[in-house]
């Protein structure tokens, strides 16, 4: 549903575009609509030249008309209802179009000569496919030929029609049923290879600049339109053949910017001005040699020659680059030869700041350990990027999972030089490899080998790359024993490509080209499983290239995140073992280090302590967590906590001067935060474990030395205003979830979640500073640290920063919560857009509560089906954040009304929440909820990625009263009985509140 929204947001957004006058918005339209209006077009008219015909007219007619569409959010149906009138008409005429106009436009429609699509679907076969529609009610065969028109989305099916996901499925699966079983693959695949090209898009755009004329002049053109949007594709060769040659100086270049040496740098430099000099005269002898040259019979002999002589040319440069820089660095370097570029600069930057990982697990199977990382440190370099200290000699690695410089891993083995099962390296060998050069049964890199290869140069069973040699290969040039696929194929049996030579079948152009388009060949050496696979790696191949090419970036950034690690004043810690735990799904190993234990901490004047060293962590978090919160606002002064939270973190404090919100997440880039609960405010940095007094000292002036003015309320209040109106009613999601939880569980003494505005408007600056002054202090704090911390050393520290602070005053008792007259609600947003959504939320329980365990079961359940993005509905359920509730949200679908909505999310809830408790459940909340509640034990390996949330988790858990031991234990002893109590208590009708938030009302 979501995406279905955007589409519509993104349809009006062009249209309005187009009706500005935009024909570049207007194009985007034709090519997201094409395949629907043809496919519409061609079920009313049953032709498919005709309804190719019939969809430009569409689109000619929407452009004229483009003014006369009221709501832009129904552009889809409009275009279909055109293409069906039309149609319509077209069918009326058909001997009459056929013979003349159409006609034309059907022999050129995607180029001048005959489409291969079309040349692979024979007439006799349009004919017999459109028989056996023709004998399907117009109900079921639509969606038929929308769905295959569409890629195949049921989605776009439904919204296209303006029926619902089900009602298509249903007149899907019974137009199946009523085509001949012996036709249906012949008629899904002939409307698939139909589909409307980019020229299509072209030919539309070609039409509207005759859209002042009458319809019959403009499709008159067409033809001669479509076939000179066939130009530009000779240009863009040549722009590709450009960026090639782009690439290959970038290739030069950037070695040579981080050569330690001038010399060497010069030697680069001077490898990439020759290969361009020679790229550009073998590209300008091709281009004239195909001009003069092309259809004589020495025309492929002279071609292969100039390549071959092009690629020994490269070779020979390369291997005298080598040897010439092999003679400089063996040669006494002048201290005035150092390179010093920029990026020379920036390696040396990385250098200083990483060493290499060293460390070996106790566990051992076998003799082998576990896991052994064993990494040299990188060379040290001056801020200049001058090379002042060598490398480190190599190490090796040998172990289950193995690290190395050289490293030999039974599993996984990772390193500069690689060998194990799955193996990634500059050189790889293992049954899965991965790196420069790259030797397995699986193959990938820039040098690959294997039953299957893939890299710039590939060689095995089948290859596929820049020269691709094997049994089959599919490549740029593409040499193969059975089947060669590339713009240079060789074969023995069957070549295919731009330029084919085999001994026994070089296929044909045009067979060729209705091949690669989807079309049959005839030959059953290219109709095989694994040829076909080869051919769509081939028509997808910019975005395989794409996909391989992430995927290659991937894996060297991995490599080096394993290898290496930010450099530390203390002993290499071990490597975060979640990445291989991933990798390897080791879930049941433990970590080699025991779980640290969290150290309590209490001060004279009343401040609660939190101690959680973390393993490895070179960070730390400092979580201050106050007992006051919205519920503590005095009636008329709803909002002044959120109001206090707002300027605890800008106002001056101690020598620390103002700043604004902006600066303060600046100065904090592992993160911080500062919100305010119903009965808590929290503040969190995360910072350098060397910054630990300096936080610490800051946190403290916070608690006991901060300044309010009135400047400062001047400028947050405006901020305060902004967050509020985007959680009730500026985002229509967050509006949602907002206000049913406010229904479900109102804010004491008529006040509102965040704050009322009238509330907030009336606060001065002095009864703030004393709302500070008097509750924000130790006696109502807890302040927890998590990472890189010494319990020894942050205690020295907490008690000279922390103990002189005045302990405050005891909190004000707080509201308890309010009542609503309604428990269904329906708000118009005043500056949201969209469909309405609504949202059921459901009373939580206190994790005190008996059936609180039953209750996150439930919720697990819940929020697991959520993230079936089918469903279309989302949970909300932060247990520390917002314990006080839970709520399921959904975006109306087309046509249905708000209150439908609102019945349907909660009948979603009640028939998850109705059925028996299956096994693994209770499991699956420790993994979804464990960290949260303590359930779970996560090794320091997995906590150090995430410093904020195990000390905001432990000062919750405090505050909530949550014991980890005991929760523990209530998840293992929930059962089928209790869970039902639970499905019938927690979420009965009374603890349940609906909201519809409606889009505002369009202006006029």
């Known amino acids: 549903m979501t995406t279905e929204i955007e589409t519509a947001t993104a349809d009006a957004d062009l249209w309005r575009q187009a009706c500005a006058g935009s024909r570049e918005a207007f194009e985007q339209v034709v090519l997201r609509h094409q395949s629907l209006v043809s496919g519409?077009?061609?079920?009313?008219?049953?032709?498919?030249?005709?309804?190719?015909?019939v969809a430009q007219e569409t689109f000619w007619a929407a452009w004229r008309g483009r003014d006369s569409l009221a709501d832009p959010t129904r552009l889809r149906p409009w275009l279909c209802g055109i293409a069906r009138n039309l149609g319509a008409n077209a069918a009326r005429h058909a001997a009459a179009s056929r013979s003349s106009k159409l006609g034309k436009l059907a022999t050129d429609r995607e180029a001048p000569g005959l489409d291969p699509a079309e040349a692979a679907l024979r007439e006799e076969e349009k004919a017999l496919i459109w028989r056996t529609l023709g004998e399907v009610p117009s109900l079921y065969r639509e969606p038929l030929i929308l769905y295959y028109r569409q890629d195949q989305s049921v989605a776009d099916v439904a919204a296209a029609l303006d029926v619902s996901v089900d009602a298509v499925k249903q007149r899907l699966a019974r137009g199946r049923a009523l085509l001949r079983d012996r036709l249906a693959d012949l008629v899904e695949d002939g409307l698939r290879r139909t589909r409307p090209g980019r020229s299509f898009t072209a030919g539309v755009m070609a039409g509207i600049g005759l859209a002042g004329t009458s319809a019959k002049t403009a499709a008159a053109f067409g033809g001669t339109m479509i076939r000179t949007a066939a130009v530009p594709v000779a240009a863009s060769g040549l722009l590709g053949a450009l960026a090639g040659l782009a690439g290959g100086w970038l290739g030069a270049w950037l070695p040579a910017q981080a050569a330690p040496t001038l010399r060497e740098r010069d030697l680069y430099l001077g490898f990439g001005?020759?290969?361009?000099?020679?790229?550009?005269?073998?590209?300008?002898?091709?281009?004239?040699?195909?001009?003069?040259?092309?259809?004589?019979?020495?025309?492929?002999?002279?071609?292969?020659?100039a390549v071959v002589a092009f690629q020994v040319a490269v070779l020979l440069d390369v291997w005298r680059l080598s040897r010439s820089i092999r003679l400089v660095r063996e040669s006494r370097?002048?201290?005035?030869?150092?390179?010093?570029?920029?990026?020379?600069?920036?390696?040396?930057?990385?250098a200083r700041r990483v060493q290499g990982r060293v460390y070996r697990s106790d566990l051992q199977l076998l003799g082998l350990p576990l896991i052994d990382v064993q990494v040299g440190d990188p060379p040290a370099f001056d801020r200049d990027g001058v090379e002042i200290e060598p490398a480190a000699p190599k190490r090796s690695a040998r172990g289950w999972i193995a690290v190395g410089d050289e490293a030999l891993g039974v599993v996984l083995a990772v390193g500069t030089r690689?060998?194990?099962?799955v193996a990634i390296g500059g050189t790889a060998i293992g049954v899965a490899s991965f790196g420069g050069v790259a030797v397995g049964i699986v193959g990938f890199g820039g040098l690959a080998s294997g039953l299957l290869a893939i890299g710039g140069a590939a060689f095995g069973g089948i290859a596929m790359g820049g020269l691709a040699v094997g049994e089959l290969a599919v490549?740029?040039?593409?040499?193969?024993?059975?089947?060669?696929?590339?713009?240079?194929?060789?074969?023995?049996?069957?070549?295919?490509?731009?330029?084919?030579?085999?001994?026994?079948?070089?296929?044909?152009?045009?067979?060729?080209?209705?091949?690669?388009?989807?079309?049959?060949?005839?030959?059953?050496?290219?109709?095989?499983?694994?040829?076909?696979?080869?051919?769509?790696?081939?028509?997808?191949?910019?975005?395989?290239?794409?996909?391989?090419?992430?995927?290659?970036?991937?894996?060297?950034?991995?490599?080096?995140?394993?290898?290496?690690?930010?450099?530390?004043?203390?002993?290499?810690?071990?490597?975060?073992?979640?990445?291989?735990?991933?990798?390897?799904?080791?879930?049941?190993?433990?970590?080699?280090?025991?779980?640290?234990?969290t150290t309590p901490i209490r001060l004279d004047n009343g401040l609660r302590v939190l101690l959680r060293p973390v393993s490895g962590a070179s960070q730390v978090s400092v979580v201050i967590l106050y007992d006051i919160?919205?519920?503590?606002?005095?009636?008329?002064?709803?909002?002044?906590?959120?109001?206090?939270?707002?300027?605890?973190?800008?106002?001056?404090?101690?020598?620390?001067?103002?700043?604004?919100?902006?600066?303060?997440?600046?100065?904090?880039?592992?993160?911080?935060?500062?919100?305010?609960?119903?009965?808590?405010?929290?503040?969190?940095?995360?910072?350098?474990?060397?910054?630990?007094?300096?936080?610490?000292?800051?946190?403290?002036?916070?608690?006991?030395?901060?300044?309010?003015?009135?400047?400062?309320?001047?400028?947050?209040?405006?901020?305060?205003?902004?967050?509020?109106?985007?959680?009730?009613?500026?985002?229509?999601?967050?509006?949602?979830?907002?206000?049913?939880?406010?229904?479900?569980?109102?804010?004491?003494?008529?006040?509102?979640?965040?704050?009322?505005?009238?509330?907030?408007?009336?606060?001065?600056?002095?009864?703030?500073?004393?709302?500070?002054?008097?509750?924000?202090?130790?006696?109502?704090?807890?302040?927890?640290?998590?990472?890189?911390?010494?319990?020894?050393?942050?205690?020295?520290?907490?008690?000279?920063?922390?103990?002189?602070?005045?302990?405050?005053?005891?909190?004000?008792?707080?509201?308890?919560?309010?009542?609503?007259?309604?428990?269904?609600?329906q708000i118009a947003t005043t500056t949201g857009a969209g469909p309405a959504i609504s949202a059921v939320a459901v009373s939580a329980p206190q994790p005190t509560d008996p059936l609180y365990a039953d209750y996150a079961v439930l919720g697990a359940r819940l929020m697991t089906a959520g993230m079936d993005p089918t469903t279309a509905v989302q949970v909300h359920m932060?247990?520390?954040?917002?314990?006080?509730?839970?709520?399921?949200?959904?975006?109306?679908?087309?046509?249905?009304?708000?209150?439908?909505?609102?019945?349907?999310?909660?009948?979603?809830?009640?028939?998850?929440?109705?059925?028996?408790?299956?096994?693994?459940?209770?499991?699956?909340?420790?993994?979804?909820?464990?960290?949260?509640?303590?359930?779970?034990?996560?090794?320091?390996?997995?906590?150090?990625?995430?410093l904020y949330g195990v000390a905001f988790a432990l000062g919750r858990r405090e505050q909530l009263g949550i014991d980890p031991a005991r929760m523990k234990a209530a998840l293992a002893g929930v059962t089928a009985s209790s869970l039902r109590r639970a499905a019938s208590e927690i979420f009965a009708d009374s603890r349940r509140a609906a909201v519809a938030i409606l889009p505002a009302p369009a202006a006029r």
């Open 418 to 421: 690689a060998v194990g099962g």
């Open 878 to 946: 932060p247990l520390l954040d917002d314990p006080a509730a839970m709520v399921a949200s959904s975006v109306a679908r087309d046509g249905e009304a708000p209150e439908d909505t609102t019945r349907r999310v909660d009948g979603w809830i009640s028939g998850l929440i109705g059925k028996e408790l299956a096994a693994g459940e209770t499991t699956q909340v420790a993994s979804m909820f464990g960290f949260f509640l303590g359930a779970s034990d996560l090794p320091d390996e997995a906590l150090g990625a995430n």
């Open 273 to 305: 001005r020759r290969m361009l000099f020679v790229s550009l005269g073998f590209l300008a002898f091709l281009l004239l040699f195909i001009q003069i040259g092309g259809g004589t019979r020495w025309y492929l002999p002279t071609w292969l020659a």
């Open 333 to 350: 370097v002048p201290v005035d030869d150092a390179n010093r570029s920029p990026m020379r600069r920036g390696m040396a930057y990385m």
């Open 475 to 597: 490549g740029g040039a593409a040499v193969a024993r059975r089947v060669a696929l590339g713009g240079l194929a060789v074969a023995w049996e069957t070549a295919l490509g731009g330029a084919a030579i085999a001994h026994q079948t070089a296929v044909a152009r045009d067979v060729a080209a209705a091949w690669l388009a989807g079309g049959p060949s005839g030959m059953p050496e290219l109709d095989r499983p694994i040829v076909q696979l080869l051919r769509g790696s081939l028509i997808h191949a910019r975005s395989a290239g794409l996909v391989l090419g992430g995927a290659a970036l991937a894996i060297e950034l991995a490599r080096a995140t394993l290898m290496y690690r930010r450099k530390t004043s203390g002993k290499s810690r071990p490597v975060p073992l979640l990445l291989f735990t991933g990798l390897l799904g080791l879930a049941g190993c433990t970590s080699h280090s025991q779980p640290q234990r």
């Open 40 to 53: 519409v077009a061609f079920n009313a008219c049953g032709d498919l030249a005709t309804s190719e015909d």
């Open 629 to 825: 919160g919205g519920d503590h606002d005095p009636e008329g002064r709803s909002g002044l906590a959120h109001l206090v939270e707002h300027v605890y973190v800008t106002a001056a404090a101690g020598g620390a001067p103002v700043r604004s919100a902006e600066e303060f997440f600046q100065r904090y880039p592992a993160g911080c935060n500062a919100q305010t609960g119903d009965r808590y405010t929290a503040f969190a940095t995360v910072a350098l474990a060397s910054d630990l007094d300096a936080e610490l000292r800051e946190a403290a002036a916070r608690m006991g030395a901060l300044t309010i003015t009135d400047a400062d309320l001047d400028r947050e209040r405006p901020r305060l205003l902004q967050e509020v109106s985007a959680m009730f009613d500026r985002v229509p999601t967050l509006a949602a979830v907002n206000n049913a939880r406010e229904i479900v569980r109102p804010s004491p003494n008529g006040g509102r979640r965040g704050g009322l505005p009238e509330h907030v408007a009336r606060m001065t600056a002095d009864e703030v500073s004393e709302r500070w002054r008097r509750y924000y202090k130790p006696r109502n704090a807890i302040l927890a640290l998590a990472g890189a911390v010494d319990p020894t050393t942050a205690k020295t520290l907490i008690e000279r920063h922390f103990g002189a602070i005045p302990a405050g005053d005891e909190l004000p008792r707080a509201g308890e919560p309010g009542t609503t007259p309604t428990k269904h609600a």
